[in-house]
């Protein structure tokens, strides 16, 4: 049986006109060459930071943008000449607030996009309570939607998506803005769903979220694949290496060039949680760089301090770093 999905140099460039006396055309390249494979009933992720291209490459695959070069397969049809064939089994749900109508109850919603979608009727009302209880929202139904907090939204989104039971779904980013506790219930719907045997392929910033769910991992940076495997496999790019952690308050920018600069120091990433920095140090696990990277932070109102072994984000940190980008905490 063919892969659900297959990606073989899939680029994408986008061309922008600026400037109105002197028009000048700038190119992006957002996506240089993507190869991917994704078996049936696979959940996957694809992980990077602001920009990477991993919108750009779910559009490509879901046929709402047209390669500049490369193809792609959805379940063995081609994802530019068999349109039609792609979409009848492709469902996409993206983060934000778009895409229901508020003043419509849950069930009103799914009814009116059943029908849009042509599911047939004798199928629509057995298809939506199994969705409504796959996304948890079984008991809410007939409430509005503007009622509705951020994270049922996005479970509504879901099964949305999935009305016409597709059998790939493209999930991109579906917790943004979510709280953690929601965040966890639209973990337990996306492992819901994969269990069902729908292929998923799930974007996120979120290292965590991408551990706990993706069968396989493909982080991507700059438009390219850096790293590609199950989060166990990424995890041991970290392997050999110990993390320190610093709170801090105000730590000046040039610090962090500073930090990286010292010996035995691999990466150093410094991530604003609310009031208070949180300084990452990764270094090689036989060197002890503590003391000289609290004397870089000298004059720097410190908190907490404490050494630990590296977590699969701290893999994706590196991995981020050596494709030559600024780390970005997941
Ligand atoms: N319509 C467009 N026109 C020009 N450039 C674009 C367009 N859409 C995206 N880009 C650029 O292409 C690159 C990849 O963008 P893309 O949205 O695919 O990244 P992403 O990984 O999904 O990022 P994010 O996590 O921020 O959503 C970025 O540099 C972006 O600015």
Not at 11 to 32: D, F, I, N, Q
Not at 226 to 238: K, Y
Not at 314 to 328: C, E, L
């Amino acid at each position: 049986m063919e892969n659900a999905i297959e990606a073989e140099g899939l680029r994408r460039t986008y061309r922008s006109r600026t400037g109105w006396l002197r028009p000048r055309t700038t190119e992006v390249h957002a996506v240089r060459g993507v190869d991917l494979t994704v078996g049936r009933g696979e959940l996957f992720g694809l992980l990077g930071p602001n920009g990477a291209g991993k919108t750009t490459t779910i559009k490509m695959l879901n046929t709402l943008l047209i390669p500049s070069g490369g193809h792609a397969r959805i379940c063995g049809f081609d994802v530019e000449r068999q349109t039609r064939e792609v979409r009848k089994r492709i469902g996409y749900v993206f983060g934000g607030d778009r895409g229901l109508y508020e003043r419509l109850s849950a069930l009103d919603n799914l009814r009116y996009f059943a029908e849009l979608y042509g599911v047939p009727a004798r199928e629509q009302k057995h298809r939506i309570a199994e969705l409504l209880e796959l996304v948890t929202l079984t008991g809410r139904e007939n409430e509005r939607v503007e009622g509705y907090s951020r994270g049922m939204r996005q479970r509504l989104h879901i099964a949305r998506g999935l009305l016409h039971a597709p059998e790939v779904i493209f999930l991109d980013e579906p917790s943004i803005g979510v709280d953690p506790v929601a965040a966890r219930e639209l973990r337990a719907t996306v492992a819901n769903l994969a269990a069902t045997g729908t292929t998923v392929l799930l974007t996120t910033h979120y290292m965590a979220e991408a551990d706990e769910l993706c069968d396989r991992i493909a982080v991507i940076a700059d438009g390219s694949i850096q790293a590609l495997g199950t989060p166990a496999e990424l995890r041991h790019r970290a392997d050999g290496r110990r993390v320190l952690e610093i709170e801090a308050y105000g730590v000046p920018a040039n610090v962090l060039e500073d930090l990286q600069k010292l010996p035995g120091v691999r990466e150093a990433a410094v991530e604003e949680r609310g009031q208070v920095q949180l300084v990452t140090v990764q270094s090689d696990a036989d060197t002890d760089v503590q003391q000289d990277v609290l004397h870089r932070l000298d004059g720097v109102r410190l908190g907490r301090v404490t050494s630990r072994e590296p977590t699969l984000e701290d893999a994706y940190v590196a991995i981020i770093s050596a494709a030559n980008r600024v780390p970005v905490a997941a």
